[in-house]
């Protein structure tokens, strides 16, 4: 309970006719105190009225779990012990600072006609990974003589898990993405340019000629030719940075949980293709190694390891983290790289070791792309800090475009994406290098 402003404004307007009047007409004492004691009376009377209906109830209705990124809508359902509720509530959330927005109030609270029921909703925007916990309701209406401000606190100790974001899967649009490499145009492309015997076919029109099994041929004495396909069970890692610069936002979510969400899609991906899948995430120092397993039974494993992956302050060492990498794989593998950079200077030691790393495997290197950068460059009013602002825009770009151009002549394949589109660009990458046998 605290007082309302209308109670503040009477209780200034009073301390002023009182030293007005004790300064010109001391003798007008009496109707003073009387005046105070009305005013004292009104807010006790007020009180005792309002507080036989500040009893209240409420059921909030919250999913267990959500995916980062996203919003989890969080409705508020009041009721009355009795009697009726109250004109005019506010509400507002004490939660973790992950799930807020600004000052955490919730919309207007909307009262029925019978002022039986009362409800309001909100959509909590789930920015990082993480258990995190709404504690408690605050409620705020005004008394019956609006002289005062009633609050009461109610407990919610509601849960909700943020996990990695995994909705493209459930709503099927990276099968949509990976089924022309088991049927369609793309699996007859690679049953013709593969490396793995699939059948024998009669010889017919229009066939290449160089595809012509001579011994088999003269053994069944008609022309048969080798139909080839592309090679499965290749071994595919997916290799995220989890350092300092890994967390910085892009779109209101870190990059690291970007990373995430597109590893977590290519591990389905591959596995729909008949790929092996694994996991490997480092900062300052190797941290977690999950061995290449099929696809599918990766994916549940992979996407338990990444929900708990911890967002670290400190700086990437890429030498000790690909050097660690290099030791653990004993065949050539397709390694996906989820890092970034600042410049060009603090980018030498990755090339380096990415220079080492591809002798043996083939590389894709993924980085996100600000897209704040683009508009930057071009601002839309000439003043000195729009002019600056542009001019160090245009060099991180022309830095950035430097090194992607370095790694891509070391035969790296670079992707340089926006957050929105990463997961489909890097799922047709992964399509690509099949179709293209570059593994």
């Known amino acids: 309970m605290r007082p309302s402003s209308y109670l503040i ?3 200034l307007i009073l301390t002023a006719v009182t030293l007005v009047i004790c300064v010109w007409r001391a003798d007008m004492s009496l109707p003073l105190i009387w005046a105070w004691v009305a005013v ?30 996203h919003t989890a809508q969080l409705t508020v359902d009041i009721r009355p012990h009795r009697g009726l509720l109250p004109l005019g509530i506010e509400a507002r959330l004490d939660l973790a600072p ?16 019978g002022r039986k029921h009362a409800k309001t909703s909100t959509g909590l925007h789930l920015a990082r ?19 005062l401000d009633i609050i009461a606190s109610m407990p919610i100790e509601r849960d909700i898990a943020v996990l990695p974001d995994i909705s493209p899967v459930l709503s099927g649009a990276i099968q949509a993405q990976i089924l022309p490499l088991e049927n369609g145009q ?4 690679l049953r013709g340019e593969g490396s793995e015997f699939h059948q024998l076919r009669e010889f017919a029109t229009g066939m290449d000629s160089r595809s012509i099994d001579w011994k088999r041929s003269a053994r069944m004495r008609s022309l048969v030719v080798r139909e080839m396909r592309a090679e ?8 995220v940075d989890s350092g300092r610069l890994m967390a910085e936002r892009l779109a209101g979510v870190p990059k690291l ?5 597109a590893a977590l899609a290519m591990c389905w991906a591959a596995g729909l293709a008949g790929d092996l899948v694994g996991f490997y995430s480092f900062d300052s120092r190797p941290r977690l190694f999950v061995p290449a397993l099929p696809g599918r039974s990766a994916f549940p494993r992979l996407q338990t390891v990444c929900a708990q992956l911890r967002y670290e302050t400190q700086e990437t060492n ?14 050539r593998s397709l390694i996906v790289i989820f890092s970034d950079f600042v410049d060009s200077i603090t980018a030498e030691l990755m090339i380096e070791n990415m220079r080492v790393l591809a002798r043996h495997h083939f590389i894709v290197y993924v980085a996100l792309r600000d897209p704040m950068l683009a508009k930057f460059t071009e601002p839309e009013e000439m003043t000195l800090d729009t002019v600056a602002r542009s001019v160090a825009a245009r060099q991180i770009l022309q830095e950035r475009r430097a090194v992607l151009e370095k790694l891509a002549r070391l035969g790296v394949l670079c992707l340089d994406s926006t957050p929105e589109a990463l997961t489909s660009d890097l799922v047709a990458r992964y399509i690509e290098i099949k179709s293209r046998e570059m593994i």
């Open 318 to 331: 890429h030498t000790l983290g690909l050097t660690h990498l290099s030791g653990r794989l004993k065949r």
């Open 186 to 189: 793309k699996d007859l492309r």
């Open 257 to 261: 949980d970007r990373a995430i969400n």
């Open 40 to 69: 004292a009376a009104l807010t006790v009377g007020d009180l005792a009225l309002s507080a036989l209906s500040s009893r209240m109830k409420i059921e909030v209705d919250l999913p267990p779990q959500g995916f980062v990124g």
């Open 9 to 11: 404004a009477l209780i």
């Open 129 to 147: 990974r993480g258990q995190y916990r709404i504690h408690r309701l605050w409620l705020k209406w005004p008394s019956r003589l609006k002289l």
């Open 232 to 239: 499965r069970n290749h071994q595919i890692i997916l290799c």
């Open 98 to 113: 992950e799930l807020g927005s600004a000052e955490n109030a919730l919309p207007d609270v909307t009262v029925d006609a």
